[in-house]
């Protein structure tokens, strides 16, 4: 187990532990919505403890959510209305019940229509695979987490934003290059962040990234031409293969590239690497 | 025997109605099944203790709500049509039905429902009934809980009928409310008893030995991080302080011990002396915050110093020649000479997770955790005075070449 899983998971122990004995009323929510000619989607999910799987969901549905939680501290909903959908966990504030287990939460999206998403989680494991979906902005906020992102698959829109914002957390987004985003922005607190641009390139990238306390690991696929511009604070820069220009590093090809990622990290007190993968790119025929 | 009766009665009624209300739904319901069931456009299931519900969003646009609510009690569309006489039974087959379509593929979830066949209940049948209806679209869904209720008019025609419809509805309202006040009772029962036997719960230990350690790396986190702000701007003062704290160590605890016992004194004496003093008024709006802000600082900076001297004496031991050179700096000071110091209240609180038998020992642990941070404070703090806050490190001289006069030494020579 990493440490970061083992820091988690005593978090969780942490919150769980004292209160076993006491009964919890779990109950299910289920509720799903078949395509029927929605021009887009927008997707919000509030979603407090526990664990998240957002995964792409079969032809002709528009949406499937499926909710575990326990009733004596929370309430779920899932409102769909006017192409736009709510789905997650409020709690009335009022409850004294502490949180002994987080609830569970899958959500399937279909793969007909534009969506735009709006995650926001506290503390959670969260497993988000977006590769089929069609996805046109994706923005995650997270809290104390564990949250693992995937574009398995290559995004058929053209993504305005992809913005990745989280507290104290590990982030690793893999497959960036098949999200097809214009701009991705990251912001992290304190934690460990991996960024893999490998898979379909389709156009140009923007990357800003602010950074707190903790590591950045860039997974980069040769071929494509990289700009690292950074403003950073006792943080150490693994800059391979790049070559400094001014204040800025540059890909040997940057100027010959048929793909180009530009990115401006900010941070204090960490350290960034970047690793160059071979093959990992694939461009649009 | 009373509630047995009343079940009858309603059963008759119910039937009657069923009867009335969808007798031809029900009379067609072989047809019922070849025929393609409406497509269901969203649908919502809600399955718990004490309740199951299935909300249908049709691709006719009607919206269908089928439920048992509050254990036997069944609703369509909002109505109760009644309690359940064979509840157990129905709640158990209703809820499987709605666990299956949970799962079950969009595109066979009406089959799925449309198949469902209820136990032998009246109301169960009614409920099934309703499903159909909704699904097939051959009757209307909602009608189907006036049907099942309204036969009581027309059996009783009177007022008598609608009293016990009533009585009905109270009984079953009172049983919930028994229900519900029986799991409060056993939940009360159970935490007393845990209570009064005073059972040793492991976790309760462990917890609290978690808890502890995290609390204790929370601190120890926040140290580290004001540790590092230090270090980095104003290293030669920390390490003034380290300094005079490694090398003049009982003096600097003697002083602080001092000053510890003439903070409150002075503090005082200071303010009494500007308030008299018309020169010293405006002054003793700034001493009286910042003379205790100057005091809490102090001791936490001497604080860290100490912990600074503590990684370096550590550092000197443990590493040699290129090793040390390349560990030795401040950060790591700060860092390692924190976590000696803090280092035995996490070993309390690893001991307490072993349970109450190890008490003794976590209450020594405790203890002496307790008497080093009280003497890292105090001989810090001594040491922030000394050293002039790091400005004038005491540092012991190294020794002292011998007190050779040189040109003797050649004037000797020269005569030889």
């Known amino acids: 187990m990493s440490s970061r899983g083992m820091i988690l998971g005593i978090g969780l122990g942490v919150v769980l532990l004292p209160s076993l004995a006491t009964a919890q009323e779990w109950q299910t929510l289920t509720s799903r919505r078949q395509y029927a000619g929605e021009k887009e989607l927008r997707v919000d999910v509030e979603f407090g403890a526990g664990q998240i799987q957002l995964e792409p969901g079969a032809a002709g549905a528009l949406y499937e959510a499926q909710i575990r939680y326990d009733a004596e501290v929370f309430e779920p909903y899932a409102d769909y209305n006017a192409e736009s959908l709510r789905v997650g966990l409020k709690s009335d504030g009022k409850t004294k019940k502490k949180l002994k287990e987080g609830g569970r939460l899958t959500l399937k999206l279909g793969p007909e229509v534009p969506v735009d998403l709006n995650l926001t989680f506290g503390a959670a494991e969260a497993e988000i695979e977006l590769g089929g979906v069609r996805i046109r902005n994706t923005a995650i906020k997270t809290g104390a987490s564990d949250t693992k992102l995937r574009f398995s698959k290559p995004n058929t829109e053209r993504m305005e934003a992809l913005v990745l914002h989280a507290g104290a957390a590990a982030i690793h987004a893999t497959g960036l290059a098949n999200a097809n985003a214009k701009r991705v922005d990251v912001k992290g607190g304190v934690g460990d962040v991996l960024l893999d641009f490998t898979g379909e390139w389709r156009g140009d990238t923007e990357v800003h990234i602010e950074m707190g306390l903790g590591s950045l690991k860039l997974r980069i696929p040769r071929g494509v031409g990289v700009r690292v511009g950074k403003d950073t604070f006792l943080m150490s820069f693994d800059s391979q293969e790049l070559v400094k220009r001014g204040n800025t590093y540059y890909s040997t090809d940057w100027d010959k590239a048929n793909h180009r990622l530009t990115i401006d990290i900010g941070g204090a007190l960490g350290s960034i690497e970047v690793q160059w993968v071979d093959g990992g790119v694939r461009t649009q025929d | ?416």
């Open chain 2, 1 to 416: 025997m009373l509630r047995t009766a009343f079940d009858l009665r309603r059963a008759a009624r119910i039937l009657a109605g069923a009867v009335l209300g969808v007798g031809a739904a029900a009379g067609a319901s072989p047809a019922q099944g070849t025929a393609d069931p409406t497509a269901i456009i969203a649908n919502e299931i809600q399955v718990s203790r004490d309740r199951a519900e299935l909300k249908l969003e049709l691709a006719d646009g009607r919206k269908v709500e089928l439920a048992i609510r509050s254990g036997y009690d069944v609703w369509v569309d909002g109505k109760r049509l009644g309690t359940a006489a064979r509840g157990e039974e129905l709640r158990r087959s209703w809820r499987e039905l709605l666990n299956r379509a949970m799962d079950s593929p969009a595109d066979e979830l009406p089959h799925l429902l449309i198949a469902w066949e209820s136990p032998d209940d009246e109301l169960g049948r009614a409920l099934d009934r309703a499903l159909e209806a909704a699904l097939t679209g051959q009757a209307p869904a909602a009608p189907a809980a006036p049907a099942a209720v309204a036969p009581a008019a027309t059996i009783g025609g009177d007022d008598w009928s609608d009293s016990v419809a009533k009585l009905n509805a109270r009984i079953a309202e009172l049983e919930k409310k028994l229900r519900d006040r029986a799991d409060a009772a056993t939940q009360t029962t159970r935490y007393v008893r845990r209570r009064d036997v005073g059972w040793p719960s492991p976790l309760h230990h462990i917890g609290h030995g978690i808890a502890g350690v995290l609390s204790t790396l929370a601190v120890y986190a926040v140290l580290v991080g004001i540790g590092f702000v230090v270090v980095f701007f104003g290293r030669k003062y920390l390490e003034g302080v380290a300094d005079t704290a490694r090398h003049e160590t009982v003096r600097s605890g003697l002083v602080g011990l001092a000053a510890s016992f003439l903070l409150l004194p002075g503090f005082i004496i200071g303010a009494i002396a500007l308030a008299i003093s018309i020169v010293g008024i405006p002054l003793l709006l700034v001493w009286i915050p910042l003379f205790p802000v100057a005091v809490v600082l102090a001791a936490i900076f001497g604080y860290l110093g100490v912990a600074h001297a503590a990684g370096e004496s550590l550092a000197e031991r443990r590493f040699y020649g290129g090793e040390w050179f390349k560990r030795a700096n401040s950060y790591y000071y700060v860092l390692t000479g924190l976590a000696l110091l803090l280092g035995l209240f996490i070993a309390a609180n690893v001991v307490e997770m072993g349970g109450p038998w190890l008490g003794f020992i976590r209450g020594m642990l405790t203890f002496l955790a307790v008497v080093l941070t009280w003497a890292a404070f105090t001989i810090g703090f001594g040491a922030v005075l000394l050293s002039r806050a790091g400005t004038k490190p005491r540092v012991t001289p190294p020794p002292t070449e011998p007190d050779v006069d040189i040109r003797e030494i050649f004037e000797e020579g020269s005569h030889v």
